[in-house]
C-alpha cells in the first residue's frame, strides 16, 4: 500500500476506487445508489470531466477488500460505467484539496503567510483578521497542514476528499 492510500486509509477500513463513466445525467445517484444498497459509507466522493462526455469518479469506501469488490462488480454493471478499478493496493497519485478561513492577528500575519507558503499552500484572500488559505496536496501532506492550523484559529474548512490515478510505470498506467 503506497503512502497516499495509507493516508486515506488511517481512519479504517478504506478503500478507493477509480471510475471512468458516461456523462449522463442520473449516473452519480446510480453509483452511490450500489454503494449505499451494500450497506457501506461513501467517505468521499469526487467528480470531474476528462474527456468529452466521459468523466472520472474516486469513491472512498469504507468497507473491506471483499465487499469493495461485491460493490465495484455491480457498479459495473451499471451500462453507463465504462471503468471500474478498486486502486487502494496499487501506487497511486492522490491529491485533496482543502479551502480554510483561519484568524490570526495582524501582527502575525507575514509569519503564517510564509509558513503556508513552504507548506505549499497560499492565502487566497485576507479580510480582517481572517485569512483564507488553500492547499492541494497528498492526503497525508493535507493533514499535517490541518494540524498546522489549528492553533491559529480554524474558523471554517471545506475538503474535496481525494482525487486519485493509477500511478504510470514506462508510460502507462500500472496496476
Given at each position: 500500500?503506497?503512502?497516499?492510500v495509507?493516508a486515506i486509509?488511517?481512519?479504517?477500513?478504506?478503500?478507493?476506487?477509480?471510475?471512468?463513466?458516461?456523462?449522463?445525467?442520473?449516473?452519480?445517484?446510480?453509483?452511490?445508489?450500489?454503494?449505499?444498497?451494500?450497506?457501506?459509507?461513501i467517505?468521499?466522493l469526487?467528480?470531474?470531466?476528462?474527456?468529452?462526455?466521459?468523466?472520472?469518479?474516486?469513491?472512498?469506501?469504507d468497507?473491506?477488500?471483499?465487499?469493495?469488490?461485491?460493490?465495484a462488480?455491480?457498479?459495473?454493471?451499471?451500462?453507463?460505467?465504462?471503468?471500474?478499478?478498486?486502486?487502494?493496493?496499487?501506487?497511486?497519485?492522490?491529491?485533496?484539496?482543502?479551502?480554510?478561513?483561519v484568524?490570526?492577528?495582524?501582527?502575525?500575519?507575514?509569519?503564517?503567510?510564509?509558513?503556508?507558503?513552504?507548506?505549499?499552500?497560499?492565502?487566497?484572500?485576507?479580510?480582517?483578521?481572517?485569512?483564507?488559505?488553500?492547499l492541494?496536496?497528498?492526503?497525508?501532506?493535507?493533514?499535517?497542514?490541518?494540524?498546522l492550523?489549528?492553533?491559529?484559529?480554524?474558523?471554517?474548512?471545506?475538503r474535496?476528499g481525494?482525487?486519485?490515478?493509477?500511478?504510470?510505470?514506462?508510460?502507462?498506467?500500472?496496476?
Amino acid at each position: 500500500m503506497t503512502s497516499e492510500v495509507a493516508a486515506i486509509s488511517q481512519r479504517g477500513r478504506v478503500r478507493v476506487l477509480s471510475l471512468v463513466v458516461e456523462d449522463h445525467p442520473g449516473v452519480l445517484e446510480r453509483v452511490a445508489s450500489q454503494v449505499r444498497r451494500r450497506g457501506f459509507n461513501i467517505q468521499s466522493l469526487t467528480v470531474g470531466p476528462v474527456a468529452p462526455g466521459k468523466s472520472r469518479m474516486t469513491v472512498t469506501v469504507d468497507a473491506g477488500h471483499a465487499e469493495v469488490d461485491q460493490v465495484a462488480k455491480q457498479v459495473d454493471k451499471l451500462v453507463e460505467v465504462i471503468e471500474v478499478t478498486d486502486i487502494t493496493d496499487h501506487p497511486i497519485i492522490s491529491r485533496e484539496l482543502i479551502v480554510a478561513r483561519v484568524t490570526v492577528a495582524a501582527d502575525a500575519r507575514d509569519a503564517f503567510a510564509t509558513l503556508v507558503s513552504r507548506y505549499g499552500g497560499q492565502v487566497i484572500d485576507a479580510t480582517g483578521e481572517n485569512l483564507v488559505v488553500e492547499l492541494s496536496a497528498a492526503p497525508e501532506r493535507v493533514e499535517g497542514f490541518l494540524a498546522l492550523l489549528q492553533p491559529y484559529g480554524l474558523a471554517e474548512l471545506a475538503r474535496s476528499g481525494p482525487v486519485a490515478m493509477l500511478r504510470s510505470t514506462n508510460g502507462s498506467a500500472s496496476r
